[in-house]
Nanobody, 127 residues
Framework: QVQLGESGRVLVHSVDSLRLSCTAS????????IAWFRRVTAKQRESVSC????????YYHDSVKERFTISRDNARNTVYLQMNSMEPDDTAAYYC????????????????????WGQGTQVTVSS
């Protein structure tokens, strides 16, 4: 059974840093594309970042470039999302997701490609 679990602090102040963790069980994190998505209440879920299985190629949404960093620890089967210089607009429910059988070489921001999802972690950034 494939499971993804997120963890991290949930309330931070603007310009603070926060690291979210996504630990995978039932799959190897380095054999799947892993992505972070977020949903702001009443809006669509948007892709934040992803890391490719084969070589660790990364993708970032324009709104988080230069502030967020995705990384993978194969020994811990965990993917991290380091979020720096956080802003109130980063307030959202954050989800990690896995594409277990990647069709494409590089990970994608396309939500429909990800078949397994974590339960989500609510992150609130106060001004």
């Amino acid at each position: 059974q494939v499971q993804l679990g997120e963890s991290g602090r949930v309330l931070v102040h603007s310009v603070d840093s926060l690291r979210l963790s996504c630990t995978a069980s039932g799959l190897r994190a380095n054999e799947s594309h892993i992505a972070w998505f977020r949903r702001v209440t009443a809006k669509q879920r948007e892709s934040v970042s992803c890391i490719s299985s084969h070589d660790g190629t990364t993708y970032y949404h324009d709104s988080v470039k230069e502030r967020f960093t995705i990384s993978r620890d194969n020994a811990r089967n965990t993917v991290y999302l380091q979020m720096n210089s956080m802003e109130p607009d980063d307030t959202a429910a954050y989800y990690c997701a896995a594409d277990l059988r990647p069709m494409y070489r590089d990970c994608s921001a396309a939500e429909h490609l990800y078949t397994n999802w974590g339960q989500g972690t609510q992150v609130t950034v106060s001004s």
